[in-house]
DNA sequence: CGGGATTTTGACAACCATTTTCATTTTGTC
DNA sequence: GACAAAATGAAAATGGTTGTCAAAATCCCG
């Protein structure tokens, strides 16, 4: 029954940038899904587990997700204002990453980036209205 | 009154990796201290908003804290098995981050970079035992 | 199509780190 | 010493996330 997980992903396509699982059950319910949070959170989960969505936490802790349009291997700039999401990816911070590891001794190695910024809609004078 | 503060401060420059609040407020309690788990967690914060700790958050969500050698900006290198942190300068991770951000139109970018992998002693093959 | 094993679902309770509350204690100042 | 402001801590509240378990959906095989 992969009928709500499907529904899960579509919810999250439907997204600009990352949310959260009780976000995407309350979007869902506002357009008269039948669906229970339980049920979201393991969609989400299962989503993340194959790749399908990009999982990240945010400053209080919060796991967010987001249908990315890659497969491959990249990172986020992510609108602070907005939640807006660009899928940038960085060659270099992977060098990086593997070199400070291997210089120190460290195998195995993986490396969470992520880069938080105001965009160009949101820095704006929006005070004309 | 920063005597506890200091405790908590002391607590964390005790411990090699990062320490969840519940940790150092286990460890203190073990070593005698008399401390509330409250003040704990409002040390940590003090001590993280002042610039004194590092805060990252594991892939639980707990936060975790780590008294660091320098004021300035950098990263951590961190064995996923001990805990034993590395901190790293990444010159080129910084440059990158803004590049990528102001290459997007964003503003005011801040990033988040931590590398993990497992360090030379836990790789070691310590099947011995 | 029917029967039964298997998986999925979801309401609700349980978890657990963190925060809030609030009364008490401590600290700083005159 | 007196008083205002800040710190403390025990207990309760919060809130995202996970576990439980019975009911429902789905699949497999004939």
Redo the contacts between chains.
């Keep these: 029954m992969t009928a709500r997980r499907d529904a899960v992903h579509d919810a999250l396509r439907n997204s600009e940038g990352f949310r959260s699982a009780q976000d995407v059950y309350a979007e869902m319910r506002l357009h008269g899904a039948k669906i229970g949070l339980t049920t979201v959170y393991r969609a989400l989960q299962a989503l993340a587990d194959g790749g399908k969505v990009d999982v990240l936490?945010t400053d209080e802790?919060?796991?967010v997700y987001r249908a990315c349009a890659t497969d491959t291997h990249h990172h986020h700039?992510v609108?602070?204002r907005c939640g807006r999401t660009?899928e940038?990816a960085?060659p270099?911070?992977e060098r990086?990453?593997e070199a400070?590891?291997s210089e120190?001794?460290?195998?195995?190695?993986?490396?969470?980036?992520?880069?938080?910024?105001?965009?160009?809609v949101c820095?704006a004078p929006a005070q004309t209205g």
Tied chains: 1, 2.
Aim: net charge negative.
């Design positions: 936490r802790g919060e796991s700039l609108c602070r660009v940038v960085g270099a911070v990086w990453a400070v590891g120190h001794g460290f195998t195995e190695i993986t490396h969470t980036v992520e880069v938080f910024g105001t965009c160009s820095s």
